[in-house]
């Protein structure tokens, strides 16, 4: 094998990676300007909660000054998006090089940093020399890559995605050279392997869609115990957290996190964004900031989850926009490397007492409410009326939930005058959840009953949200409605705003216009 190899000084050995990160932006080893108004950076506030806070970089995007300031001073761990892969790093069979991946591991060792490799085996950006193989040398050439690359990079990287999206979204194993040459023993090999080559990385499997329960987390949850099982060495799994305010907040992320770590496992969040449709408003940015965190506050209360990596950190660098057309502003900062609202709720989340700067005055109260509204139903004439809602605290301080109401309103129309109603879904968890089905004291056309959302108690944290509470309300003869003409009725499909569905807190009305 050919070899580009440059010789560099290493960590400084016996000091714990996360303490080298904290000293050095402590002690101003970071290289960014200094700020007008000195205040603890994400990476510090994390540490001090004995976690990493981290972004991902590229080659690209270093030569920006004020880019690379911001990477430098602000965050503790870099991961790179693709210097590091197998396409980069060994385009022709036993020809290596590591320059570019050097680059990332030089600005970080400069910057007090520790680096997250990704990733050594995947399914995607391979050389095409790779999938031209005979199936029985697939083996041999994933061994050698994996050995060539963890020995080059041993004491300066901390952990590696060893192998990246190994699953398809109903939790069957993905098909790539290496799933078709080995089965699914491609998976501990490549964990042996790159252990042989250096037995102090923390050796990760890294995924998306696995944040919460479902299919596909359950197939890596079932994966990793056979894994541990036979005796094979994994550290970690990686959820990727790739989220989008449009299709909700992942399932229990919490208990999902708590289950890997109960198995003796670390768990990453390793890309973390939160994507919307463009263009951006007010709202959306709200429920960015409230998903934001809400992974924070998933990770803080799970001990082993170890840190949070954002895939970058602004929206200037962002991979959404060319991989999902109409969407995007899904990072921290903006295209301006300002920050944005989900800074402060990060910085809030993890325990600022400032809560950051996020770009101005929102004018926000303390304990203030709002609720966003989609329509779950596609007919208005059916005989289910499927709301969905969910409570967003704008305010400063945290909100007692149990004292808290929410009221849908309604017409009945002819049939039935008795209601059933069913909470379907809630990251909450349904039985958190009170909802019936009351009778308006002064009817009024639309609107001459409502369903009332309540909390058996738990708060609401400044900035947070509750996440999508999936509900159901029918007659009990089962006959239809006509929802075309209800007050609180509406025929959006992703999460906004809405004055006609109240919010009261302690009976009195704190967000919306009551009939």
């Known amino acids: 094998m050919s070899l580009v190899k440059r010789c560099r000084p290493r960590r400084t050995p016996g000091l714990p990676a996360l303490v080298v990160g904290a000293l050095a932006l402590a002690t101003g080893l970071a290289g960014g300007p200094a700020s007008a108004a000195p205040q603890d950076t994400l990476h510090e506030l994390a540490a001090a909660q004995g976690r990493y806070f981290g972004s991902a970089t590229d080659n690209p995007e270093l030569p920006d000054a004020a880019y690379a300031a ?7 761990q870099i991961t790179p998006g693709n210097s590091m892969k197998w396409d980069t790093t060994e385009p022709t069979r036993g020809q290596f090089n590591f320059a570019k991946g050097d680059v990332i591991t030089d600005f970080a060792q400069q910057h007090g940093q520790t680096v997250r490799g990704h990733t050594l085996v995947w399914h995607n950006q391979l050389p095409g020399w790779v999938g031209s193989l005979p199936a029985a040398q697939v083996e041999t050439a994933m061994t050698d890559h ?28 993905r098909t790539s050279p290496f799933y078709n040459a080995m089965g699914k023993d491609y998976i501990a090999k490549a964990l042996r392997a790159a252990h042989a080559a250096d037995p102090d990385a923390k050796l990760y499997i890294n ?23 036979e005796g094979v060495p994994l550290d970690g799994v990686g959820m990727q957290a790739h989220l989008a305010i449009q299709y909700g907040f992942p399932y229990q992320m919490q208990a999902n996190m708590q289950r890997f770590a109960d198995l003796g496992l670390d768990v990453a969040v390793t890309e973390l964004d939160v994507r919307m449709q463009l263009p951006a408003d007010a709202t959306k940015l709200a429920t960015q900031s409230s998903y934001y965190a809400q ?9 082993r989850c170890v840190g949070i990596t954002v895939w970058d950190y602004t929206d200037k660098y962002s991979w959404v926009p060319s991989t999902f057309p109409g969407e995007g502003a899904a990072n921290l900062y903006d295209d301006n490397l300002s920050p944005k609202p989900a800074y402060a709720a990060v910085r809030t989340a993890l325990g600022a007492e400032d809560g950051g700067d996020d770009g101005g005055d929102d004018g926000s109260t303390p304990g203030a409410l709002k609720v966003q509204y989609r329509s779950n139903d596609t007919s208005a004439g059916d005989n289910q009326i499927k709301p969905g809602l969910q409570l967003v605290n704008t305010g400063t301080t945290a909100v007692n939930l149990s004292s808290v109401t929410v009221r849908y309103w309604f017409s009945g129309d002819n049939g039935a005058s008795t209601y059933g109603s069913w909470c379907d879904w809630s990251p909450l968890g349904c039985s958190t959840i009170t909802h019936r089905v009351v009778a308006a004291g002064t009817p009024k056309a639309g609107a001459d009953h409502y369903l009332e959302v309540g909390f058996t108690g ?19 003869d089962w006959s239809n409605f006509d929802e075309s003409d209800d007050y609180s009725h509406g025929t959006g499909t992703t999460y906004a705003d809405t004055s006609k569905i109240t919010v009261h807190s302690g009976g009195d009305l704190v967000w919306g216009v009551a009939p």
Do not use: M
Not at 70 to 76: A, D, I, P, R, V
Not at 207 to 229: F, I, M, R, T, W
Not at 458 to 476: C, D
């Open 70 to 76: 911001k990477l430098g001073s602000e965050f503790g």
């Open 207 to 229: 995924d998306y869609n696995v944040e919460g329960k479902g299919a596909k987390s359950d197939a890596l949850y079932d994966l990793v115990s056979d894994l541990l099982d």
């Open 146 to 173: 994996i050995t060539a690359e963890t020995t080059h990079y041993r004491g300066e990287v901390t952990a590696w995605d060893v192998v990246n999206e190994p699953f398809n979204e109903d939790g069957t194993f």
């Open 458 to 476: 738990g708060t609401l944290a400044p900035g947070a949200s509750t996440g999508e509470i999936q509900l159901r309300l029918s007659k009990t």
């Open 295 to 303: 992974v924070v506050d998933a990770c803080l209360a799970v001990e």
